[in-house]
Structure formats: C-alpha cells, structure tokens
C-alpha cells in the first residue's frame, strides 16, 4: 500500500498530462479523419480538446512546482548584455 502512495506521489500529475496528451491527440485525429474523410464533423470533438488542454495548463503547473521547473522567457533576456543575462541565468558562465 505505501508502494501505490509513494508512486501516486511521484508520478500522478506526470500520468494525468499523459493521458490528457493522448486524449487530445486521439479526439482531434478522428475530428479530421471524420471531417474531411467522412465528410460529417463531430459537434463535441473541439470542445472536449479545448477543456483537455485548460485542465493539462492546470496540472502542468502543479507538475512544474514539484519538480522545481519554471518557464524562461528567453527573448526578454536576450535583449540584455552579457552581465545582464548572468543576472537571469543565476550567473552561469556559459552563456
């Protein structure tokens, strides 16, 4: 039992965006292959993706602050000179 916890601990977000990734992809695959195979388009198909992809930003956050991951927004460091880009890198030297 502490098995199953400790793995629904690790890696139960990771195994949600999964699942979330590959029901995306499935739905909108069969949304084209019905709309311009079959020529008739499925009136939920869009909005089920739309709902899986808000719930995967969602989690993908939870995800992210667990694994200590963050988004770098690496236009706005390029603007600065090298010292600059120290700033924001945590000073690596290797820029």
């Avoid at 499925?42 to 808000?54: A, D, G, K, Q, V």
């Avoid at 694994?67 to 290797?94: D, N």
Wanted: charged share 20%; glycine share 8%.
């Amino acid at each position: 039992m502490k098995k199953a916890i400790h793995w629904l601990d690790e890696n139960l977000e990771e195994f949600i965006l999964i699942i979330l990734l590959i029901g995306m992809t499935i739905i909108m695959g069969i949304q084209v292959f019905c709309r311009y195979v079959l020529g008739m388009s499925l009136s939920w198909s869009e909005e089920l993706t739309r709902y899986l992809f808000i719930w995967s930003g969602f989690i993908s956050v939870s995800y992210c602050t667990k694994k200590c991951l963050s988004i770098k927004i690496e236009q706005f460091v390029a603007i600065f000179p090298r010292r600059g880009k120290a700033v924001f890198k945590g000073g690596q030297s290797h820029i």
